[in-house]
């Protein structure tokens, strides 16, 4: 370990704030649950996670919380993962890899329309038509 | 149990809180000769006679722990240090504090060993209690000088509670990269 500078400590103090910040709910207008259960995990979840993670840092999206949760019961197509955004339908996607997760951060979360082609979970197909809006 | 110099230099850190210090200030250098230690305080201090009844383990003042009769800290301290033919001082004041130092000689065979200081100064920093401390930690190997220091009311600034989860990572995390730079220095002779 090299050895940290106090200036070293506060940047990490920031960077696990923030961190901490995604996984809190309040005051946040979007939720993305990961489903994490063993079948998740073995499926890919983590990988989903971070790649969330990842892209909500990039666009620097302070709205969203990324929480986890157990199993969805949709093992056949993990990993899954469902979307609450305000003013849409929850929708539970699957079979979601990271390049998956970026898209819907871009897609769902950022320009309110679904990824329709990973949504198990389907809401009414004039909804989906309607991107969900 | 008192069973390395870490252990002592806890002890004398918790009289240290315990006497409603608001300042306390910990020295530990080791020079390879000697392992040094000494713990300044700005507590209640102690008068004359209690002073002279600090080296009786069967003395304590009764306001830590009101139904024990003994106060072994300092005793131990101090057998530990005269089988050694180390030294320690003891000046103290009322109402001003106290300040104690204690030297082993590294190469008796009776020196406890120095123990795990990191975990030590984590532990000492994370006290609880409305005080600041100023740890510094000096090592020296002939030419050779390094150390750190450590403030308590800094890192409060810095990670916020002490005692919370993943602040008391960090304070580790941080006080063991500090230690760990000096491993060079330690294991040359």
Redesign the interface.
């Known amino acids: ?4 500078t ?1 200036e070293d ?2 940047k ?2 920031e960077e ?1 704030k923030r961190a ?1 910040n995604k996984r809190d709910i309040e005051g946040k207008n979007v939720q993305i649950i990961v489903g994490m259960g063993t079948c998740g995990l073995a499926a890919g979840a983590k990988d989903a996670l971070d790649s969330f993670l990842k892209t909500i840092d990039e666009n620097n999206l302070d709205n969203v919380a990324v929480t986890q949760t157990g199993c969805m019961g949709l093992c056949y197509v993990e990993p899954t993962v469902e979307v609450i955004v305000e003013g849409m339908p929850n929708v539970i996607y699957g079979n979601v890899d990271a390049a998956i997760a970026a898209r819907i951060v871009k897609e769902h979360v950022m320009n309110k329309q679904m990824v329709s082609e990973y949504v198990f979970d389907r809401p009414a197909a004039d909804i989906i038509n309607d991107g969900g809006r | 149990m008192h069973e390395t110099i870490c252990d002592f230099l806890l002890d004398i850190i918790q009289n240290a809180i315990e006497a409603k210090a608001s300042d306390i200030s910990v020295t530990v250098a080791d020079d390879a000769k000697h392992i040094r230690f000494s713990v300044t305080d700005d507590g209640k201090g102690m008068s004359i006679s209690e002073l002279g009844r600090i080296r009786d383990p069967f003395y304590t003042d009764g306001t830590k722990h009101v139904r024990r009769k003994i106060g072994l800290g300092i005793p131990f301290l101090q057998q530990a240090v005269s089988m050694t033919d180390g030294e320690f001082e003891i000046s103290s004041e009322p109402g001003k504090g106290t300040r104690i130092t204690c030297s082993f000689p590294a190469d008796h065979i009776d020196t406890p060993p120095v123990g795990n200081l990191p975990s030590a100064f984590l532990a000492a920093l994370t006290y609880p209690g409305d005080f600041d401390m100023h740890i510094v930690y000096s090592i020296e190997r002939g030419p050779a000088k390094d150390g750190y220091e450590l403030h308590r009311s800094e890192l409060i600034e810095i990670l916020g509670d002490l005692h919370m989860g993943q602040s008391l990572i960090m304070l580790r995390d941080f006080i063991q990269s500090q230690d760990e730079s000096l491993e060079n220095i330690r294991g040359a002779r």
Request: glycine share 0%; net charge positive.
């Open positions: 370990m090299a050895k940290m106090l400590l506060r990490l103090r696990k901490l």
